[in-house]
């Protein structure tokens, strides 16, 4: 079964740093291109990072760039988000997506962020 | 960056209607298009791509239609487990949402 499972969230204070992780299982993962999205409580869907099979290509939004740090362990089969100088705009549900032929086709069930004091 | 504004915000409908929500894109994304559904508490799910290909598995009901900037989601015939909140994403540059359109069942 083709599976994306996301951990790591949790409470941190403001200024602070979190490590996101979402395991891949059941496909190929090096051959896919992945994002990580967000959504805020309440709120829609905001696209926050992207990177390439290889890794060696990644992408960021300005509201999370500079900031924010996405990698990829093909070896196990493991996509990470570094989340610092976390800000209380940046809690969310986080989820990772996959990309197969420029369409996100399979998400994992979310973890959450909460940034406060 | 290109925008996405998704209209209506809500929307209530009958059981077996007919339900069309739109999406206009700030700028032209010829058929970069795919429209979600999220449930709550869920993950959101692919319904369509590329403006009109249906997702594997998805009932045939669903269906998408536009290009350039103006996209439409239909809902052929409404059935219970269609509440949820949809959104259109643009994949022509970078990614970006529509605000969503929570469609309730009346």
């Known amino acids: 079964e083709v599976q994306l499972v996301e951990s790591g969230g949790g409470l941190v204070q403001p200024g602070g740093s979190l490590r996101l992780s979402c395991a891949a299982s059941g496909f190929n993962f090096s051959t896919y291109e992945m994002n990580w999205v967000r959504q805020a409580p309440g709120k829609g869907l905001e696209w926050v990072s992207y990177?390439?099979?290889?890794?060696?290509?990644?992408y960021y939004a300005d509201s999370v760039k500079g900031r924010f740090t996405i990698s990829r362990d093909n070896a196990k089969n493991a996509l990470n988000l570094q989340m610092d100088s976390l800000r209380a705009e940046d809690t969310a549900i986080y989820y990772c997506?996959?990309?197969?032929?420029?369409?996100?086709?399979?998400w994992g069930q979310g973890t959450t962020v909460t940034v406060s004091s | 960056d290109i925008q996405m504004t998704q209209s209506p915000s809500t929307l209530s409908a009958s059981v077996g209607d007919r339900v069309t929500i739109a999406c206009r894109a700030s700028q032209s994304i010829s058929r970069w298009l795919a429209w979600y559904q999220q449930k709550p508490g869920k993950a959101p799910k692919l319904l369509i791509y590329?403006?009109?290909s249906l997702e594997s598995g998805v009932p045939s009901r669903f269906s998408g239609s536009g290009s350039g900037t103006e996209f439409t989601l239909t809902i052929s015939s409404l059935q219970p487990d269609d509440s949820a909140t949809y959104y259109c994403q643009q994949y022509d540059t970078y990614w970006t949402f529509g605000q969503g359109t929570k469609v309730e069942i009346k």
């Open positions: 997506a996959r990309v197969r032929s420029n369409r996100w086709d399979v």
């Open positions: 590329l403006a009109s």
């Open positions: 990177i390439s099979g290889s890794g060696i290509t990644t």
